[in-house]
């Protein structure tokens, strides 16, 4: 239990109080008048570059259950699960040449604000309720079990202590500084985790001989990253039709992400952030997935989610370096978690407080989302026990749960943003009956697995794998989208075709390279880059079909 923090140096210790220092230092530093209005606590003034939106993007969503758990599937199936991180970079190429435009452009704080004027604010109320409780369930247990098995390994602390311990520290600068202090802070926290992974890797792949030598002591199979379509973890079919649809969810839907883009400067910086974003995902591979494989190399009868921790427990890992890589986790720890605090009180606070309180001034509205920050803060605390019920692979787990929730959203999404003919009545009825079939797959899981319920049935629904119930899940939900918005066909939103005609002129400014000099110029680097980001793309598929 203790072996890990007794291989732990001095030099080790005081590096990783060093990251917390400069954490905290930096957090705080930026909360100073910081309360004038909401924009400056939810969006940061909306004035930050591109290069400070790209990296945030990639440290609020590298978590503790990327470096945990996208080792653990690489020790157990190999390259396969780093499908979904290349997925995600084909969407964030979308999200920022073509849907982060039409958030800025709509002036919205929030997601659900935009989709309450799209259709309505029963879609929005709806929309804000599900966004709050997927992050409980998803982001915050899976983050905190996650970094649980850290501090376990390092600490000796069980599970629930080390995820309030987690809790409390991220909380303070979360709930003083809002949104710039989180931004800021995980510019740094990015910068940190990288650096972290990617010594772990190269002194892990120097152990094992090299790539060469991680090929000749595993299986084959584990350098293919396209499995049969009966694979039960990552049918070839499920990861080119499903991924996409739960990545669009999560990249392009999804307040977690959208608000760093919100907080950029301008059009360009969130697009270029965006695409930057995209190039940082690459590495996850290489710095996430590959050390999986290298420990699987090393060490026989692994336990899959064990896989990093065994890494940074071993004696070829030079001293000074474990302290940087256990700072690159807390890194990514403490950075998904300041944001989801930050995120759910600007849900809270814009789209359920605001609009019975529309009198409230600026500064009301920034006490209360501290105070909504302090309440997530001390519910996550309450919520720890729920970590009990996760998978031992904890980023496939993540992968269904998503699955199960994202379809029926990315279907109203899509489909808004190209028709005016979808309706708010069809919109909202499409997620209340779409979450409701995925849900009911997710809790009919979890009482099979406990052994609750058994029959035949059940377990023809629960065999389809969750990529391919994404798909059907989709399918399910723009039809009934479709069919009430047709039954509708006099009721369509009149604003609605701003937003389809808005989504139409930025598709027509882009291929045209239409505009000012200085946008034809940002346009071809924007450009240049998306080009450069696809040929990495292709060459790995092709590297390792």
Partial sequence: MNDLISSFTTFDIIIILIYLTITLGIGLYYSRKNDKSTTDYFLAGRDIGWFAVGISIFATNISSEHFIGLAGSGAARGLAVGQFELMAIFILVILGWFIAPLYIKSGVVTVPEFLGKRFNEASRKFFTYLSIIIYIFTKISITLFAGGILFYKIFGLNIYSSAVVIVLITGLYSMVGGAKSVIKTSVFQGIVLIAGAVLLSLFGLIEVGGFSGLQEKLPADYFSMFKSISDPDFPWTGILFGAPIIAFWYWCTDQYIVQRVLSAKSINDARRGSLFAALLKVLPIFILVLPGLIAAALFRDIKTD?????????????????????????????????????????????DLYKPKHPAASERELVLIGRLSTTVIIFMAILCVPLVKIIDNEIYLYLQSVQAYVSPPIAAIFIFGLLSKRITAKAALWTLIIGETIGLS??????????????????????????????????????????????????QVNEDAENY????????????????????????????????????????LWSLWY
């Fill in 306 to 350: 064990e896989a990093y921790p065994l890494l940074l427990l071993s004696e070829f890992i030079p001293t000074g370096i474990k302290g940087l890589v256990l700072a690159g986790l807390l890194a990514a720890i403490m950075s998904s978690l300041s944001s989801v605090f930050n995120i759910t009180a600007t849900l809270f606070t814009n």
């Fill in 500 to 539: 389809t005609l808005n989504l139409k002129f930025n598709l027509k400014e882009v291929l045209t390279f239409t505009g000012s000099t200085g946008t034809n110029r940002n346009y071809r680097t924007n450009f240049l880059i998306s080009a450069f980001i696809v040929v990495i793309i292709i060459g």
């Fill in 441 to 490: 797959r997710l809790v009919l899981e979890m009482l099979v697995k406990s052994g609750y319920l058994s029959n035949n049935f059940l377990a023809v629904f629960l065999e389809i794998n969750f990529l391919h119930l994404a798909i059907i899940l989709f399918v399910v939900s723009s039809t009934i989208l479709w069919t009430i918005s047709l039954l509708q066909k006099n």
